[in-house]
């Protein structure tokens, strides 16, 4: 029981952790093959480290 | 499966996550919009996850504790002039022959998992984890019930393949569905 109550979060943590920058998530393809989107402006975000105007 | 297989669908994995991979040619219906969104593309990516990790990435040990709640969730994509196997190597890579009609319902189910503006357009929130990939609004929640891999497998049973979203939590479970179905023989 109480090794599930140890389990339980720290599972639950790597599996948030799939798509946090810093815990894994997506990996960036080999860059020569990136295409960049065209016409999208992207919202500002003070908390993603986006600059605001 | 049967009848002959009408395009491909990878599965990419990254250790605990993995993404959607599609020709940009089998995009069909609003999904297509994403070709002229990114020119010039062969296949499209997507992937889900937790939207507070992607607008503020976790720093400190509070914000991680929280992260396991339910909440909202984004969807990245991004696109490469490559075949998933080409651009992210082919050790994390699965691509799965797709049934008729498999395109079409992978394309539908991507564009309902997309939150919409007034204007009925994905809904941008922020840049991605690296130079050319975006992160939109998910119409559906974050929860450890409904996480990227479950996310995942239902965009595969989407698909019309033979993938069971159920218990998929981990990358390994939806991982190991697809490739008994690469072993399984064709009909």
């Not at chain 2, 990245?76 to 998933?84: F, L, M, N, P, Y």
């Not at chain 2, 989407?158 to 064709?186: E, K, T």
Request: glycine share 10%.
């Amino acid at each position: 029981m109480r090794l599930a109550a140890l389990l339980l979060p720290a599972i639950g943590l790597l599996l948030t952790a799939c798509f946090s920058s810093s815990g894994g998530g997506s990996s960036a393809p080999a860059k020569t093959y990136i295409v960049m989107p065209s016409g999208q402006t992207v919202p500002c975000h003070t908390g993603n480290g986006t600059t605001c105007p | 499966m049967t009848g002959p297989a009408q395009g491909s669908v990878a599965l990419v994995t990254h250790g605990w996550h993995t993404d959607i991979a599609l020709p940009a040619t089998e995009a069909t219906g609003p999904l297509a919009s994403f070709r002229r969104l990114f020119p010039g593309a062969r296949v499209l990516v997507f992937g889900y996850g937790k939207r507070t990790f992607v607008i503020a990435p976790a720093h400190t040990l509070s914000e991680w504790v929280i992260g396991p709640f339910p909440g909202p969730a984004a969807i990245e994509v991004s696109a490469i002039t490559a075949d998933a196997a080409t651009a992210y190597g082919a050790a994390h890579v699965m691509t799965l022959p797709l049934p008729p009609g498999g395109a079409a319902g992978l394309s539908a189910f991507l564009w309902q998992a997309l939150a919409k503006d007034d204007a009925g357009n994905p809904r941008l929130i922020a840049p991605g984890n690296w130079p050319g990939s975006l992160f939109y609004a998910a119409s559906s929640g974050y929860s450890l019930g409904h996480t990227c891999n479950r996310w995942s497998a239902e965009a595969l049973q989407a698909a019309r393949l033979p993938i069971d979203p159920g218990d998929v939590a981990f990358s390994w479970q939806v991982d190991d569905q697809a490739r008994r179905l690469l072993r399984a023989p064709r009909s």
